[in-house]
T-cell receptor, first 114, second 110 residues
Framework: DTEVTQTPKHLVMGMTNKKSLKCEQH?????MYWYKQKAKKPPELMFV???????INESVPSRFSPECPNSSLLNLHLHALQPEDSALYLC?????????????FGSGTRLTVV | DAKTTQPNSMESNEEEPVHLPCNHS???????IHWYRQLPSQGPEYVIH???SNVNNRMASLAIAEDRKSSTLILHRATLRDAAVYYC???????????FGTGTRLKVLA
């Protein structure tokens, strides 16, 4: 299995809702990531988990809350989002460090906040 | 974080080679050079990476300048399926921090 699976593929939520994005990989990768991508822009790093511990938080607002329950799963909990948070949310995983190879990205969750 | 500079867009004819340039004049000695591409409505896809020597794989070749201040991704025969945004990224050794630049949008003409 060489894929990163993200669910759901599309999500529409109101500003008072609570929802979660899920990401799963079974490649034995020990680093997992969340990126946010607005239309026609490059992906922006949000969070990095290494060995199930949060190692990088790129000053993301607290309405985004990541969770890594085990080495295969990564969640992003969403609460009280704003319309400007509408974007494609990408999950990725990798082996340790840049020598071994690249990241494997999922196809993303397209989030619309209304 | 060291930055990369790429042309906003390039065009190529189908079945011809494509050379995608990337400047990274502030690269440090331990930064790896990674290339990704992103097809419409998909997540980025790893293409190739290197440190100092030129690299080849089934998708592409990576040519790295001797001073490492620039690199070129080479697609040997462009197909319509290669139309995508190509990102050149520097990855410091010992970190997990990919910072994407603006990338080059490649258009392949039939």
């Amino acid at each position: 299995d060489t894929e990163v699976t993200q669910t759901p593929k599309h999500l529409v939520m109101g500003m008072t809702n609570k929802k979660s994005l899920k990401c799963e990989q079974h490649m034995g990768h020990r680093a997992m990531y969340w990126y946010k991508q607005k239309a026609k822009k490059p992906p922006e790093l949000m969070f990095v988990y290494s060995y199930e511990k949060l190692s990088i938080n790129e000053s993301v607002p607290s309405r985004f809350s990541p969770e890594c329950p085990n080495s295969s799963l990564l969640n992003l909990h969403l609460h009280a989002l704003q319309p400007e948070d509408s974007a494609l949310y990408l999950c990725a995983s990798s082996q340790e460090g840049p020598r071994v190879g690249g990241y494997t990205f999922g196809s993303g969750t397209r989030l619309t906040v209304v | 974080d060291a930055k990369t500079t790429q042309p906003n867009s390039m065009e190529s004819n189908e079945e011809e080679p494509v050379h995608l340039p990337c400047n990274h004049s502030t690269i440090s000695g331990t930064d790896y050079i990674h290339w990704y591409r992103q097809l419409p409505s998909q997540g980025p896809e790893y293409v190739i990476h290197g440190l100092t020597s030129n690299v080849n794989n089934r998708m592409a070749s990576l040519a790295i300048a001797e001073d490492r201040k620039s690199s070129t991704l080479i697609l040997h025969r462009a197909t319509l399926r290669d139309a995508a945004v190509y990102y050149c990224i520097l990855m410091p050794s010992g970190t997990y921090k990919y910072i994407f630049g603006t990338g080059t949008r490649l258009k392949v003409l039939a």
